[in-house]
């Protein structure tokens, strides 16, 4: 087959997904390239191991793209605050929505519910082409951009985006270098339940050996974000459930009191990556293709989200205007607006992580003076507000 389109998408998770359905609700002819066919809504079950605790500026970006009701209603749950403590100093910090006036902080929902709304969307839209297949490589040339499937089909297009995650391959044809960081550090992730309610709250705990966060769900459940060293993780996924709760019981503090019930689970090395630059001739960058960052604060998604926003709003500009979408002063736009805000979030997540490492004794009254001014009142309902309120060059 080939086939000629305005725009090809290599990627169908959250952000590809979302760029795509943008794109063509505006009249754009797209084609999407997806390796692994998205769920059914239907199938997509509760208690799934990767989750997204979504920003109000996400929730807003997915209500534009006419699939936040469904979210909704398919379980997506609020959470009304957030608690975070550290076991070697005083006290704790808690972020509180209805400090500000808000009814919450966000909502946490399984990554693969968002996709399979997008594409449930999507995939009804005259304009879009969905490719279940895999990018082969691709050309550029005066006229546009070439891009050849693992399968033989060709697309023809004006612009090629890479959405393909944090090991895009689209990055890597379009030559584009990354910087990138090991933490030495893993994320086991999975869904738990706990003795005691989560109250509609997130709970983390930093530890001596990386922070413990539980993420309330719907039924009392909790997502599990556990950071733990890099060479614990084999040993930590290989324990049985029994052996499992029990060692995340004490690893939690026992805050929720005991952990019940532990459901499928899996771990990540963590590594942050930053593409050198989000756009090379007629190809640009989006989401986890373009930026990873140490999940701690759950900023991943909502990240590749605001770049979803920002390119298709450079795009459909050039485009509405019936000028040429694809030249490098519209893809450079879309980077200066995106790439330091990006590189901003990666420090404070840095910061964080080198403060509350406990590798030397004179960080402990440092971590106690920051706790102690997160408990100030104005302190928490700033940063909150700082949250919600993210946006396109907040940071
Ligand atoms: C432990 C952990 C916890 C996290 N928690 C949060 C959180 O609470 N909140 C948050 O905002 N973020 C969180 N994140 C980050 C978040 O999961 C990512 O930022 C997000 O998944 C990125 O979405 P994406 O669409 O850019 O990429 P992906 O989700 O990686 O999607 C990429 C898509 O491209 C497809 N693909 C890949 N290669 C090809 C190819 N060659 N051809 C065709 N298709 C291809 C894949 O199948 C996939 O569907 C967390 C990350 C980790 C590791």
Known sequence: MSRIVDTVIVGGGMVGASVALRLAEAGMQVAVVEREPPPAIEDVAPCEVRVSALTHASEQWLEQLG?????????????RAMHVWADDVDGEVVFDAASVGEDN?????????????????????????????SIEGFETEAS???????????????????????????RQLANIPLDAHEYGE????????????HQDACWQRYTAEGPVAFLAMQ??????????????????LSLDDEAFAEALTEASG???????????????????RHAQRYHA???????????????????????????????????????????????????????????MDNLAVQRAMDGFEWL????????????????????????????????LDARPGSY
């Open 67 to 79: 699939v936040w009701k469904a979210l909704l209603a398919q379980g997506a749950h609020p959470f």
């Open 254 to 272: 026992g805050r929720l009191g005991r952990i019940d019930w532990v459901g499928e689970r899996a771990g990540f090395p963590l590594v942050r």
């Open 219 to 236: 039924d009392n459940l909790s997502s599990l974000a556990w950071y733990l060293p890099q060479h614990k993780l084999d040993w930590v």
């Open 281 to 339: 001739e007629r190809v640009v960058l989006v989401g986890d293709a373009a930026h990873t960052i140490h999940p701690q604060a759950g900023q991943g998604v909502n990240l590749g989200f605001l770049d979803a926003q920002v390119l298709c709003e450079e795009v459909l500009t050039a485009f509405e205007a019936k000028a040429p979408f694809w030249v490098p002063a519209v893809l450079s736009r879309y980077q200066r607006r995106r790439y």
């Open 144 to 170: 546009g951009v070439h891009v050849v499937l693992e399968g033989g089909d060709v697309l023809h297009a004006q612009l090629l985006v890479g959405a393909d995650g944090a090991f895009s391959r689209v």
């Open 356 to 387: 509350f490492a406990h590798d030397l004794p004179w960080k402990r009254p440092l971590r106690q003076l920051v706790m102690l001014a997160g408990r100030l009142r104005p302190a928490t309902q700033t940063l909150t507000r700082l949250a």
């Open 186 to 197: 893993a994320a086991i992730v999975g869904c738990v339940r706990t003795e005691r309610p």
């Open 105 to 133: 902080l966000g909502h946490v929902l399984p990554n693969r519910l968002i996709q399979a709304a997008l594409w449930a969307r999507m995939t009804d839209h005259a304009n879009v082409t969905a490719c279940f297949d």
